[in-house]
């Protein structure tokens, strides 16, 4: 059967594919019909098999959304009583925090100052995969690692009202040794970016000309280590061979599911504390170069696994699992879980990457959201794998190169020219042309009331978390 071909059209943005086979509901997925036209079948496939899980009370497919590892990226599903692994996946917790600098455009337009910033950055802030730190990256103890696992943010002193959470609670008697190989890398990677589609970003807004960074990254070692311990263990306590143990799921109830729900948990708290670590390199390289301080802006999780209250059709409210598998929470103005937070009465911002060509936007949900699971897309989504990226973009690469020296843009009546980069070369698996176009993407979810764009940023700088 193909299942594209039977999703039916609610409105312009909104397809509902219907219940089939052990489907326990429908999906709802929100694209423009361009959007829809290039999804191609083994994704819906995979979202058939994501509302079949036990347990399973929602699925959702965001505007960003292509083929993953047992559910789709840029796909939620919502559940009572059971833990789906692949809802955050390998990296639990990858995810964004933004930073809000007092510069105007007019500040960053020299390319050499900022080469020079990226030069500072990585004196300061690890990228690539691997342990190494550079000649200033602080030195982290062994005996702190146990409270970030624990308390996160809350552990590094940072508010509340910065983070979509500050940490989540582990139970007292859980020990976070049991996975040695996931447990050793903690100290090494605290503070660092890791490869794949990591960066530190200069961004400048397009309508006001301020500057901000972004910093994407996950919980790097100790979190691909704890996924794959339970993937397996997973896998084997549901009876399924090892090449499908990311299709394991467990229940929140057994001792397996409570093991793994506290581990994801340190993952997520780690992941959270690494990204507010960095923000201290990101700090002093700006002090260094621009004189200037930033400030941190709102830092949220865009792959992990939240027990959250979720508001009914009818207006009731009941306790469930939210998986977001490449998509990001998004609460509206009056979300029971932002009473009594500074969001409370605006919804809290939603930090999407898109490309290190076309930028990123800061959102912030309507009440169209409680139709797609408090959810909003990610990033833009890949069109192109890593692999198919570098066979298919290698004829390109000079080219490629050449757009990101001598891209212009106007902010604020300032013109800049070209995207800084720490690479010889243009990464070719992560260049703006294997993503989708942001701004359609955006378009999806303003048309459909889930959310609206706050700002618009374009890079100027990038600094990649190389392989």
Not at 93 to 99: A, D
Request: aromatic fraction near 8%.
């Amino acid at each position: 059967m193909s299942y594209k071909y039977i999703v039916e059209q609610q409105t312009e943005n909104h397809y509902v594919l219907p219940r089939n086979g052990d489907m326990k509901v429908e999906v709802h997925a929100f694209l423009s019909a361009s959007l829809l036209e290039r999804t191609d079948e083994a994704l819906w496939q995979q979202a058939v098999h994501s509302a079949s899980y036990e347990g399973v009370i929602g699925v959702y497919l965001m505007p960003d959304t292509h083929l993953g590892y047992g559910i789709p990226v840029g796909g939620v599903v919502v559940t009572e009583g059971t833990i789906i692994q692949s809802g955050s996946g390998y990296d639990i917790s990858c995810g964004v925090v933004y930073m809000q600098t007092p510069l105007h455009a007019r500040d960053v337009q020299d390319w050499d100052r900022r080469a020079r910033w990226v030069d500072e950055v990585e004196r300061r802030v690890a990228t690539g995969l691997g342990d190494h730190r550079p000649e200033l990256a602080p030195r982290v103890k062994h005996r702190q690692i146990e409270s970030i696992l624990r308390y996160g943010a809350k552990a590094l002193g940072v508010s509340a009202d910065l983070c979509e959470r500050q940490y989540i609670p582990i139970p007292e008697d859980i020990d976070l040794d049991k996975i040695p190989r996931a447990h050793e890398r903690c100290a090494h990677q605290l503070g660092s970016v890791g490869g794949g589609n990591h960066f530190i970003e200069m961004q400048v807004d397009a309508a006001d000309g301020s500057v901000w960074v972004m910093i994407h990254c996950g919980s790097r070692g100790y979190g691909w280590h704890t996924a794959d311990h339970f993937f397996h263990a997973g896998a084997k306590l549901r009876g399924l061979p090892r090449n499908r143990r990311e299709q394991s799921y467990l229940y929140a109830d057994e001792p397996l599911g409570e093991s793994y729900w506290a581990h994801h948990n340190s993952a997520a708290n780690f992941a959270i504390a690494n990204r507010h670590c960095i923000v201290e390199g990101v700090q002093a390289a700006l002090r260094d170069v621009y004189q200037a301080e930033g400030k941190v802006y709102y830092e949220i999780s865009h792959n992990l696994v939240q027990e959250e209250t979720l508001v009914l059709p009818d207006g009731s409210t009941k306790r469930g699992f939210v998986h977001r598998k490449g998509a990001t929470r998004a609460f509206p103005a009056g979300h029971p879980d932002l009473v009594d937070t500074c969001w409370e009465k605006t919804g809290h911002p939603c930090l999407i990457p898109g490309s290190m060509l076309t930028g990123a936007a800061i959102l912030f949900p309507l009440q169209g959201a409680l139709n797609s699971g408090c959810s909003v897309n990610h990033g833009s989504g890949r069109m192109l794998g890593r692999g198919e990226a570098k066979r298919e973009l290698s004829v390109l690469h000079d080219d490629i190169d050449r757009e990101m020296k001598t891209i212009m843009r106007s902010f604020d009546g300032v013109e800049i020219t070209g995207i800084v980069g720490n690479t010889e070369r243009t990464p070719l698996d992560e260049c703006g042309h294997v993503y989708k176009d942001l701004d359609e993407v955006l378009a999806v979810l303003e048309n459909e009331g889930i959310a609206r764009v706050e700002r618009r940023l374009y890079p100027v700088a990038n600094i990649k978390g190389t392989d």
